[in-house]
């Protein structure tokens, strides 16, 4: 892990993440953790309807007794907001180059023996128009798993699926990923464009 998630979590941070997961258990959602997830992954978490999803996403990874991460533009991680950022999971990235920021997190995997990533692939709570493909670039480059999970807001569920390997094509892992998406959400319209751009 690297060296600056060892130290002590600064008194802020450890509120807030006491915050977070007060609400995730007083909220009552129900969690299935699924297979048995990697140490070094990178979770894809859909659909992305609510910043409640942070909360689930949070609860869910502390209740396996792990400890999420997630990316930031690199401006949040400075001065008075840097150490915070960091004791909350962030990884910074720079958006500001195309494709920058997917070596930066593969270097981050390189240093960690246990790296949970949570993405989402959509990118936005919005309409979309398909998913974005970051979450797999970063995956493959940094030779980890991806792991789909999902959040069912009206019924307080969410989980975990199977870890797919990327094998280095997008559009055959895409179909992959949609299929369990399939057995779990089958008619959420949020994933109605996913499907479609799976093909399925």
Known sequence: MPARLEHRASLLSRLVRGIVLALYRSRGWRFDPGPDVPRRCVIAGAPHTSNWDFVFFLGATATMGRRARFMGKRSLFRWPLRRFMFDMGGIAVDRSKSGNYVGDVAAEFAQSSDLALVVAPEGT???ITRWRSG????ALAAGVPVVPAWVDHRAMRGGLGPAIMPSGDFAADLKLIALFYRTVMPD????AVLYAQAGI
């Not at 979450?135 to 970063?138: A, C, K, R, T, V």
């Not at 959420?188 to 994933?191: C, E, H």
């Open 135 to 138: 979450f797999y670039h970063i």
């Open 125 to 127: 709570r919005g309409s």
């Open 188 to 191: 959420n319209p949020k994933l």
